[in-house]
């Protein structure tokens, strides 16, 4: 029930980063979906965003035979999850979905392309490379302590690393300088014709000349050239994050429901 790659955690990269850092993970085969790749999570085969199904009407007998559990659904299966013994036991998060095109400011909201267009006048330079463990310690080194100083956890810098291995052109890094010192970042890891905004950091000084605006226009547009569709924004929460949830709302794009946890039990 897709037409571009699927999310990150169910593509082969992912699946391969993680195994690189000991986590245990398997394909899953249904003939009704693409490949599910699965991890083991609290003793249960777990499928986190997906099945991806090539049909909405997918065979749920077959769903039901299989040795999953565990289910973080992408959306939009509900009916197949619960004829397959599924119960929903987590609701839904949000994500912030932006489809990519050479005109992409157009669907941004007008307050946030305002903010976009003082950042062009402002005195930051923008640039962009593969991910480098040496050179790019710097971001890995500030998203840490930003982790600690708003008390979040993200996944572990180690699958950075890994997902670098397993594809180092997929892991890509802007940075915003000022007098050639580097006043915010971003890094994306990019699955098929699709890409995922994976972490992001911004000082005082990047903030105070909208860094993540110029840098995140300036990515998609790059990966528009490069043959993307769609870039993955993240969850959105407005109630512990509003800044940035209204960052990802402005840039206009689509927020959608995941499908929520579910659980079957033998």
């Known amino acids: 029930m897709t037409t571009v790659s699927p999310p990150l955690q169910q593509h082969p990269n992912f699946r391969l980063a993680l195994a690189q850092i000991g986590v245990k993970t398997f394909e899953c085969d249904l003939r009704c979906a693409t490949p599910v790749q699965c991890i083991r999570r609290f003793g249960l085969n777990a499928a986190m965003r997906g099945p991806v199904w090539k049909s909405p009407h997918a065979d749920h007998a077959e769903l039901h035979r299989s040795n999953l559990r565990l ?53 930051i330079a923008i640039s962009t490379a593969p991910f480098h463990a040496k050179h790019h310690d710097w971001l890995l080194q500030a998203d840490q302590v930003q982790q600690k100083q708003k008390r979040f956890r993200a996944l572990p810098h180690e699958i950075i690393h890994a997902y670098a291995k397993t594809a180092p052109y997929d892991v890509k ?43 995140i226009i300036h990515a998609a547009l790059y990966f528009n050239s490069h043959g993307v569709r769609q870039m993955d924004l993240g969850t959105v929460d407005t109630h512990n994050a509003p800044g940035l949830a209204r960052f990802k709302i402005g840039t206009g794009a689509l927020i959608r429901p995941l499908g929520g946890t579910w659980l079957r039990l033998p």
Do not use: C
């Not at 509900?78 to 397959?84: F, G, N, S």
């Not at 609701?91 to 050479?102: G, I, K, N, Q, R």
């Not at 006043?183 to 993540?212: E, N, P």
């Open 71 to 123: 289910i973080n659904s992408d959306g939009g299966d509900t009916a197949i999850l619960q004829k397959a013994g599924f119960r929903q036991i987590m609701t839904p998060a949000h994500v912030a979905e932006l489809a990519l095109s050479d005109d992409i400011l157009t669907t941004a909201k007008p307050k946030w392309r305002n903010i976009w267009r003082q950042s062009q006048r402002g005195p």
């Open 173 to 215: 890094v802007w940075s915003a300088y000022l007098n050639k010192e580097p006043i915010a970042g971003m890094l994306f890891l990019r699955h098929g014709d699709r890409v995922t905004y994976h972490l992001g950091w911004s000082g005082a000084l990047g903030r105070k000349h909208a860094a993540h605006y110029a840098m």
